[in-house]
């Protein structure tokens, strides 16, 4: 059941230019109808790490307008192919993905890219999983965290990323320079025109899901998919018999 967004801690909101989002504005005749399903990733394992506060900042405002959310915490997660899919951290975050129909992913930046332990769990969700394809036609939503001047180079690793996912990635985006310094002593974010921009894509994230969801099979059918698969029924129907 979605949380009353009176239940939700937004001490540096000025809840006077905070808009709920109608989503009849938005959705399509085929609208599943349920919460908007919003699954957030981060890109570090460390105690305080400043992508899982960026996430969780981020979902406290999606939950806010209404969404159901899941954060996948990375910790045990396998190097990918160096377990099977079997894994349970694996079969975890795959799960997730599927459920999903939208996604955020806040990676820091670290040697000019996005972490390691950000691509890793990107890499474990295939591309489709019989017919089900676990980020197609999906929304997503990149934002990083940097620990010195303001850089782009995670958010436009992450674009591509999420291109080649085959997800709807929204225009806008966040990136936190000096995020050691944008939190309080309670790991709450303060009020900054970085904290402005977070509540900016997380309000644009809304909306492109509740415009995107039931209508994302339309939208991601392709012509070239359809050759394919009438060449492999033809294959099939057309073999000799045994």
Avoid at 67 to 92: I, N, W
Avoid at 118 to 126: C, H, L, N, R, T
Avoid at 220 to 240: F, G, M, P
Wanted: net charge neutral; glycine share 6%; proline share 8%.
């Amino acid at each position: 059941m979605p949380i009353s967004p009176a239940d939700i801690d937004l001490p540096n909101i000025d809840p006077d230019h905070l808009s709920p989002i109608d989503p009849t504005l938005f959705k399509s005749p085929d609208d599943p109808g349920h919460p908007p399903r919003i699954l957030l990733l981060y890109g570090s394992l460390r105690k305080r790490s400043f992508s899982r506060l960026v996430a969780l900042e981020a979902e406290r405002l999606l939950k806010w307008h209404g969404c159901e959310t899941r954060v996948f915490d990375p910790s045990g997660l396998p190097l990918p192919d160096a377990e099977d899919t079997s894994h349970p951290k694996v079969q975890e975050l795959r799960e997730l993905a599927m459920w999903s129909e939208g996604m955020v992913w806040v990676s820091p930046e670290r040697h000019g890219a996005m972490t390691g332990i950000m691509k890793a769990q990107i890499d474990w969700i295939p591309l489709s999983v019989g017919a089900v394809r676990p980020t197609q036609g999906k929304t997503l939503a990149v934002m990083q965290v940097s620990g010195g001047s303001q850089s782009f180079n995670a958010v436009n690793q992450l674009r591509i990323l999420g291109r080649w996912m085959r997800m709807v990635t929204i225009p806008n985006q966040s990136s936190v320079a000096k995020a050691f310094t944008e939190f309080d002593d309670n790991d709450r974010m303060k009020p900054s025109a970085y904290y402005n921009r977070i509540v900016d894509v997380v309000e644009e994230l809304v909306k492109f899901t509740c415009m995107v969801r039931g209508r994302s099979a339309c939208l991601v059918d392709r012509y070239s998919e359809r050759v394919e698969s009438a060449e492999e029924l033809s294959k099939r129907v057309n073999q000799r018999s045994i």
